[in-house]
Structures are given as structure tokens and as C-alpha cells.
């Protein structure tokens, strides 16, 4: 037989418990694993499939320069942000940018399929299509269930506070306060193909569409030294989230490209309003020199007429060139105390201008504008970035604002120096003949326009080739498609994963936490860690019918464990006279009657006589044991209502005799201290060789302290898993007190996988603890005594019912 130490080693102690607690709840585990992956397979069966869609987005990481190069169409390359990959991103995230994405899209009904566990989310369904009257105003968010009845009649509901259920026919408008639609059948041909015959949809606020998609949109770098963005979505239906991102693209690379031009198309209005007004003056001074010369007949003009008419043609070309600066900086002036937020200025270069102050300024301002529009869309709220953005803004303003203020006074200067210079070739064409000088005034007017009408021509042309040759900064290198979508969500094998670590854990954490701040002794360790008694032996659990098993079954374990306690005791009863051995315990139910019962029968069995006396008068249950009349006793003999002989009962077991407790008496405390008592015990010591006392429980009532002035040895009975640690507290007390003999420690009802025979294989070869005395022996080997069946569990009792049931009908 195992014992004690053998079982709970000093250094393995914990490992091996948990490993015996894990083997003899094997089936706990086998549950709980069960009960897991069944909830796994449930959330992977039921749950809404959900899935990844993913495109990609090529970013140039410089500006794409336009065919023609010079200084004017460089000016007007000004858009900065598709070098800026935050400011893109920051762009593909923009609120802004999301509603006009959701304007071109088909999102505004979202249908739900009605099924008997989930209601999947579909995407235009076959059989029906939901029309939205624009015009009328619609209650958001509500859902609206359709039944269909047949291919001509739908039941419509609408639940809440709407109480709306009616039959209605396809394409007939239903309208009320809240809403005004129709149903039709979106494709006749799959109506009678598709078993689905109940839906329910919602009508989606546009801006709560746009913030949704927006908050769920995914931007990423593909690499992070490359300018490539990977755009990903998730969502239940692959199909509409790749609509999304294709569109979501689509729009993006559409307004990258139309700001892109934006300062072209400004440029090209601006001139064509320049030319409006030089037309009129144009046709009026080529007819006027069509007539004069008709009437005049003078075809050309003296030579000294062309001299001075090439100097003022000289002349007035620097005017005009300067007319038109004048005008760009009366349209610069405009464009300051307008303040425009989405409009770039148009560059200098573009009507000539050459001053690189102003030039550099202007390029300035619009780079701080397009920053402000990337920052609005970022976010609707002012930030403090924001507001440093716009004090830049102001000051640069005012710095184009002085500098345009001194070009005017200095272009004012050199108009007044040419017309100075023109009055005094005036005066030398006043020399010349009458006609001829009418004739190089109407020349010079038509000259002059003509020369600003082609000069605006060839500027225009210019912007035209710029805006025909910009390319967008940013190309889709590949479109989201569906059969590419990735299913994310369930997650199959991890559920199932962490179903079976779940499965396996809760049992074993229980077990840990309960054994944790479980406050019973379950090891030896836990004695020998609060007292110094000493431990007299160990007795397994007891699966028999009876009680007495040192009779019944003489050569099972437990029956051995007494054999070894009775030669202990032998160790202990050194002196002649020793002869009495009192069991007690903490509280009910620790087994002291059990031990008393059948460590008085395997003493006698050993050719003793043995007398076991039940002292528990309070809660008398040892002659039940014995099928005897508990109307005689002990508390009859104390009372001196009968004698010693009479109280004294011979047993079947050869050489045991037995003394009941008798009738309960109302004070059996006072009983205990009469001198009847000690008379008692002391004719006991005369006629048996060993007495075994059962006395009531020592943490309940006095009576076995009372009686222990008798005793020789205390024999204290803990019952593994049951009785609680602070029993040996009181242990220790009662030992420090004087004229008390010690009490020994007995462990009852020992529960162990393993510890009698090899169900698990782990106690091969075990031998008595103790032996026969203290240490001698090194036991007996298996097959000495007949091994105790072990308890079967739960799961085998069924098992073993079946496998009958199923030999029955065999």
C-alpha cells in the first residue's frame, strides 16, 4: 500500500497533485473542450461572413511636367500635393471627397436578406428595387420589411411608432409624412429562380454614408520608400466594397486633375476678357484706315513718314506690353480684396509679366492655398495648425499687395516716359503733310491692337497647350475586384484554436484556483507547515457497502492501513498499562466513528481483547454499526441504572466487545466528570487488553477533553479535503496543554489517482510506508492484498449501463 509520504513527495508535491486532479477529471476536460469548439463551430456556422477588398494606388513622387516647358507653363504647374503622400492620404480620407464618392454611387438603400438565423446583407437582390422620390423628404435609418405574396402584390411594414402594414402592388408609389417610394421588380426573369421572399431595407443619410465608409477606409503604404497606397475596406458584401474603392479612386484622380488645371482655365478667362475688349478697338481702327485710304487714295507713306512711324511703333509696343501688366495688376488688387478661398491667382508668366519677386510670392500663395484645402478636408473643425495656415496666408497677401503697389508706380513711371517720348515725335509728324499724318495716327491705332490682339492670342494658345498636357499626379495600378475580396471575419481555425485552449484552460484553471483558495488540508505538506505532531498513518477511501472492512474485506488496502496504525500504536504503548486509545476529531463527518470502529476490530483480530466503547453520548451511532438496542449503555451505567455486565455486548467479531453510548442524557458533560466514570474505566483495564474510545467531536463539545485524563494515547482523525487547515491550530493547543497525552494525527478518507493498485500506472512497487513499525520493510509489491476497484467515473457509469443494456438485447 502506498502511504502518505510516498504519495505527496516534498519536491514533486505540486506538479504530481495537479497532474492526478487533471487524470481523474479527465472527463471535465473532454466537456469543456466539447462545450468550446460546438460555440466555435456555432460563431463559425451563424456569424456574417465579413471580408477585405484592396486596391492600389501609384502616387508620383514628382510633378509630371507638361510637354511644353517654358517659364509660363512651369509657373502654372503649382499643383504640390501629389509629392506630399500624407497630403493625398490625408485627401482620400476627406469627408469632402467621401460625399462626392457617395453622390455617384447607388448606396442609398441598403437591403438585408430575412433568413431564420442571420439576415445577410445584399446588394441590389434580383427580385426587387427600391425608387426614392428625391423630391419628398425621407426618414432615415428605419427598417422597412417587405413580404413578397406574389409577382404582382408585396406586404409592406414598417414597425415603431410608423404602425404601417399594407398590401401593396409592385410600382405602386406609397408615400406619407415620412417617406415616398416604390417597389419593381428588378429582374423579372430570376423572380421565380430565387426562394428569398422576404427582405427589409434601410433609407441611408448621405453624410452618415460618407462618414462610414470614410472611418472604415484603410490606407497603407505598399513600401515604405516607394509612393504606391494600398486603399482596403471590410465589409459584408465584396461586390459593393470594391464599387466603392474603384469609385473612391476614380473621383480622387477626376479632382486631382481638375484643380491640376484649374490655373489654366483662370488664365485662359482672364485673357479671353482682354481680348473681348481689344476686338472692338481692333475693328474700328481697321476701319477707319480702310476708309481713308479709300478716300485718300494714298497707298503708303514717305520715307520720312516711316521713320518716325517705326519709332512710334517701337513706342507703343512697350505701352501695350505695359497696358496689359497694368491690367494684371488691377486684376491682382481684385483678387486681394475678394479673397477667394478655392481659386489659385494667376502666375505673372502667364500675360508676361517678369518681375521674380512677384512671381515667387504668387507661387507662395497658391501653395499655402492648396495646403488650407487639404487642411479642410482633413477636418471640419478649426485646428491650431489651421490658424498658423491662415496668418501665413494674411501675410503673404500683404506682402503681394506692396509689391504689386510699387510695380504700378514704377509701370506708372515708364507709361508716363513713353507717352512724353510719343508727344515729341508728335511734334515732328506735325511737319509733315496733312493727309499723311492722319494716315500714320489711324496706322498706329490699328498696329497697335493688332499687336495686343496677337500677343493675347499666343498667350492664350500657351495656357491652352498646358492645360491640354497636364497628366494627373496619381493612376490606379490595380482595381479592386471581388473574387479577390479576403474573408477576415470568422476566422475559422483561430475560433476553433482558441475554442480548444478555452476548452482546456477554464477546467484546469478551476481546479488551480479552487485548490488555490481551498482552505482544506489536502497534503502532508499542509500539515507538517502548521504543526509538529506526528502523523500515525493514513487511510484511503472507503468505495464499500460496509463499514466494517477490516471484517468484510480482510485483505483489501484499507484493511492494511489499519494492520500498519495498529503496529504504530505498539510504538506508542510502551508501558504495561497502556490500554486506552481515544479517537476523536474537529467536527461530524471526518470519520472518527469509522476509524474507531475498525481499529478496535483489527486489535482484536490480532487475538486482544478489545472493548470499543462509544463516549458520544450526544449523538450516539455506533450500535447501528452493530445492529444493537441503544436503550442500555453508558449513559445508563453513569446514571447507576445498570451494571458494568450490563452494559458490556459481545460481538461477532471474535475477541470485541462494545459498550453503546445508550439513550441521550440531558447533560452529558456532567456525566463525563462523575466518579462512575473512572470506576468504569478502571474494571475495563482489568478484564480487556486494549479499550478504543469514540468520543464526540473535540471542536463542538467539551466531552472528549473531559475524558482525555483517561486516555493514554489521542488519536485526532482529519479527513483529507474536508477538514480545514485551522484544525491544526487546535491541534497545537491541545498539545501544549499539561497532563493531556498528545494527539497523534490520523488522515482519513485519502483520494488519490494511483494510490492502490496501477489504474494509471504511477505506484508500481509501492510499499507500506511505515511497514511494520517505524520504517522497517521495504512492502510487499502488488498482488499482496486484493487492490479496491476504483471509483468509476460519471462517464464510465454510463458507458458500463449501456454496454449492459446493449448485452440484453444481444
Not at 34 to 46: E, H
Not at 613 to 638: A, C, Q, W
Request: glycine residues 4%.
Amino acid at each position: 500500500m502506498a502511504n502518505f509520504d510516498d504519495i505527496y513527495k516534498e519536491e514533486t508535491i505540486d506538479i504530481k497533485k495537479y497532474i492526478f486532479k487533471i487524470l481523474a477529471n479527465w472527463y471535465w476536460f473532454v466537456i469543456a473542450v466539447f462545450l468550446s469548439t460546438s460555440a466555435a463551430y456555432i460563431i463559425n456556422r451563424y456569424s456574417d461572413r465579413v471580408y477585405q477588398v484592396s486596391s492600389t494606388l501609384l502616387i508620383r513622387d514628382t510633378e509630371s511636367k507638361s510637354y511644353y516647358s517654358d517659364e509660363m507653363i512651369q509657373g502654372l504647374d503649382l499643383f504640390k500635393q501629389g509629392s506630399n503622400l500624407n497630403n493625398q492620404m490625408a485627401i482620400l480620407k476627406s469627408l469632402e471627397l467621401h460625399r462626392k464618392v457617395m453622390d455617384e454611387l447607388d448606396f442609398d438603400i441598403t437591403y438585408y436578406g430575412v433568413g431564420r438565423i442571420r439576415d445577410p446583407e445584399l446588394y441590389q437582390p434580383e427580385k426587387i428595387k427600391v425608387n426614392i422620390d428625391t423630391s419628398h423628404y425621407q426618414y432615415y435609418g428605419v427598417p422597412i420589411y417587405i413580404q413578397i405574396l406574389s409577382s404582382e402584390l408585396y406586404e409592406l411594414e414598417i414597425e415603431g411608432n410608423f404602425g404601417v402594414k399594407k398590401q401593396m402592388r409592385f410600382g405602386e408609389q406609397f408615400e406619407n409624412d415620412y417617406f415616398s417610394f416604390n417597389i419593381t421588380i428588378r429582374n423579372p426573369e430570376s423572380f421565380y429562380q430565387s426562394n428569398a421572399d422576404r427582405y427589409f431595407f434601410y433609407i441611408n443619410n448621405p453624410g452618415f454614408l460618407a462618414s462610414y465608409y470614410r472611418n472604415k477606409l484603410n490606407i497603407s503604404l505598399l513600401d515604405e520608400e516607394g509612393t504606391i497606397l494600398t486603399l482596403s475596406t471590410t465589409g459584408y458584401v465584396p461586390y459593393k466594397e470594391a464599387l466603392y474603392l474603384n469609385k473612391l479612386a476614380e473621383v480622387f484622380i477626376r479632382s486631382e486633375l481638375e484643380e491640376k488645371n484649374q490655373i489654366a482655365v483662370n488664365t485662359i478667362r482672364f485673357i479671353n476678357e482682354q481680348i473681348d475688349a481689344v476686338v472692338d478697338s481692333l475693328s474700328v481702327a481697321e476701319g477707319k484706315l480702310e476708309v481713308f485710304r479709300a478716300e485718300n487714295r494714298i497707298i503708303d507713306i514717305s520715307q520720312e513718314g516711316r521713320s518716325l512711324y517705326d519709332q512710334f511703333e517701337k513706342l507703343d509696343d512697350e505701352k501695350a506690353l505695359l497696358t496689359v501688366e497694368s491690367k494684371y495688376y488691377e486684376y491682382l488688387m481684385t483678387y486681394l480684396k475678394e479673397r477667394p478661398e478655392n481659386e489659385n491667382v494667376i502666375v505673372p508668366t502667364s500675360v508676361g509679366v517678369r518681375d521674380q519677386l512677384l512671381m515667387n510670392l504668387i507661387m507662395q500663395l497658391n501653395s499655402l492655398n492648396s495646403e488650407r484645402i487639404v487642411l479642410k478636408m482633413q477636418s471640419v473643425k478649426s485646428n491650431p495648425k489651421q490658424d498658423v495656415l491662415e496668418k501665413k496666408i494674411e501675410e503673404t497677401r500683404k506682402m503681394i499687395e506692396e509689391n504689386v503697389q510699387n510695380l504700378v508706380k514704377t509701370n506708372q513711371i515708364t507709361i508716363e516716359d513713353l507717352d512724353h517720348r510719343i508727344s515729341l515725335l508728335n511734334t515732328d509728324i506735325a511737319k509733315l503733310p496733312y493727309n499723311e499724318r492722319r494716315l500714320i495716327n489711324i496706322q498706329r491705332r490699328f498696329d497697335l491692337n493688332d499687336q495686343i490682339y496677337t500677343y493675347l492670342l499666343e498667350k492664350r494658345a500657351e495656357a491652352g497647350i498646358n492645360r491640354a498636357s497636364n497628366i494627373p499626379n496619381a493612376r490606379v495600378l490595380d482595381k479592386a475586384r471581388a473574387e479577390q475580396a479576403a474573408l477576415i471575419a470568422p476566422k475559422s481555425r483561430l475560433n476553433y484554436m482558441i475554442s480548444l485552449i478555452i476548452g482546456l484552460m477554464i477546467p484546469f484553471l478551476i481546479i488551480i484556483l479552487r485548490d488555490y483558495f481551498n482552505n482544506r488540508i489536502l497534503s502532508k505538506k499542509d500539515i507538517e507547515a502548521k504543526t509538529d505532531a506526528p502523523i500515525l498513518g493514513v487511510i484511503g477511501h472507503n468505495n464499500k457497502e460496509s463499514d466494517l472492512v477490516v471484517v468484510n474485506n480482510p485483505k483489501s488496502a484499507i484493511s492494511e492501513s489499519f494492520r500498519t496504525i495498529k503496529t504504530n500504536l505498539q510504538y506508542l504503548l510502551i508501558k504495561e498499562d497502556s490500554k486506552i486509545i481515544t479517537v476523536t476529531s474537529t467536527m461530524s463527518g471526518e470519520g472518527k466513528t469509522f476509524c474507531s470502529l475498525n481499529l478496535a476490530s483489527i486489535i482484536s483480530m490480532s487475538d486482544k481483547k478489545t472493548l470499543l466503547i462509544g463516549m458520544d453520548l450526544r449523538k450516539p451511532k455506533l450500535h447501528r454499526h452493530f445492529e444493537l438496542d441503544n436503550s442500555v449503555g453508558m449513559s445508563t451505567y453513569l446514571i447507576g441504572k445498570a451494571t458494568f455486565d450490563e452494559v458490556i455486548f459481545e460481538t461477532d467479531i471474535e475477541n470485541l466487545s462494545i459498550v453503546v453510548s445508550g439513550p441521550v442524557p440531558p447533560n452529558p458533560a456532567k456525566l463525563l466528570e462523575t466518579e462512575a466514570l473512572g470506576v468504569f474505566i478502571e474494571e475495563a483495564r482489568k478484564r480487556f487488553d486494549f479499550i478504543v474510545v469514540d468520543t464526540p467531536p473535540i471542536a463542538l463539545v467539551s466531552d472528549a477533553l473531559l475524558f482525555s485524563k483517561y486516555s493514554d494515547i489521542n488519536i485526532f482523525v482529519i479527513r483529507q479535503n474536508y477538514s480545514h487547515k485551522e484544525v491544526l491550530d487546535l491541534i497545537n493547543d491541545l498539545n501544549r496543554k499539561p497532563n493531556i497525552p498528545e494527539f497523534n494525527i490520523l488522515i482519513n478518507d485519502v483520494k488519490m489517482p494511483g494510490y492502490y493498485g496501477n489504474k494509471y500506472g504511477y505506484n508500481y512497487g509501492y510499499g507500506y510506508g511505515y511497514g511494520y513499525g517505524y520504517g522497517y520493510g521495504y512492502g510487499y509489491g502488488d498482488g499482496y492484498y486484493e487492490e479496491d476497484k476504483p471509483e468509476l467515473s460519471l462517464i464510465e457509469k454510463w458507458m458500463n449501463r449501456f454496454n449492459k443494456i446493449k448485452n440484453i438485447r444481444k
